[in-house]
């Protein structure tokens, strides 16, 4: 019987217990054994009870659960060899040569090292004592299937990550309650939303909520943002909008690199010298809620079909098959190389596709502002 484990790895999203919960059945559909590593790559390291044999009962109600019930972290060890030698020692104890994890880019590069040294990893934990010889006879080639969970949309070669709606629907409710507070009092609100190196959630919760502006990472604007911002604020005031929406992401930067903070903009609204905006200002900050509560209807179902797929790849993978991740194309399940997305995804530094990018930017400071 082939033995499969699957782990939630990096940052937690909406949507990881649907992927657990898809492949714990589909593993079990297709008369394999089927294995839980708690704690990501800790547990893999740890061993013992981090690593449980799961039942087709165990992830029952699974899909409309939040967060991830097997955990997730993040683990020195698994950076050096010797911890990817005691995680591949517990692997095999285990009788497992198949591993599926959910998680970011980081856990994705891990998970393609360690099956790059698969091979030597064993040699040496044959040569150190730790396992004889016939104990790894069967353990040749580590298989490894990727599934992209993350809230910020930030992989390339996928058009979504599992968790990104999910995420991007709990900013558009946060915004939408905060309108209504803008509009009774005439306010200005500096909403910050997550995304340090992406701007794919700001970006899209601009134009899901017609906010008047908004600043991410990529792209840094071309002009003066003071300039821009002042312009397009004033513009819409004009027209008798009693609520102005500011959106910024963590790792929003101006032309120059520089960070460009909540508190900045704020100051700037606010500012009530000559031929200043004047607006009374508040500074919102969504924090965590943005990877909270269940995943939307869109993410379980691409975290269904990616589980299923992902089980799929792993039956089907010879020694010769490059390791890939599931990706959804244009609304299909695919299989993609996998350390070819993770290098894209370094080289480009934004994952938003350059034409939806210009089309979006173009919305974010017009009269399509609500
Ligand atoms: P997020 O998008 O939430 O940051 P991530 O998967 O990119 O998710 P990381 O913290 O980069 O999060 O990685 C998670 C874990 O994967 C790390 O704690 C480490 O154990 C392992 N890992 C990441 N990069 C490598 C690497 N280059 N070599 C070995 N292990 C790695």
Redesign the pocket.
Known sequence: KKKIAVMT???D?PGMNGVVRAVVRMAIHMNCDVFAVYE???GLVRGGDQIKKMDWHDVRGWLSEGGTLIGT???????ERPG?LTAAKNMVLNGIDALIIC????????AD??RAEWPSLLEELVANGELAKDQITPYKHLNIVGIVG?I?N?LSGTDATVGCYSALSRICEMVDYIEATASSHSRAFVIEVMGRHCGWLALLAGVATGADFVFIPERPQEHDWREDMSVVVNRHRQMGKRKTIVIVAEGARDKDGNKISPEEIRDLLSDKTEGGLGLDTRITTLGHVQRGGTAVAYDRVLATLQGVEAVRAVLEATPETETCFIAMNENKIVRKPLMKAVQETKEVAHAVDSKDFEKAMSLRDTEFAD
């Open positions: 790895s990096g940052g999203s990501g790559y800790e972290a993040r683990c020195m060890a698994f950076y990817r998680g970011g880019d980081g856990s994705l590069t891990g090292k360690f993350s910020d930030d």
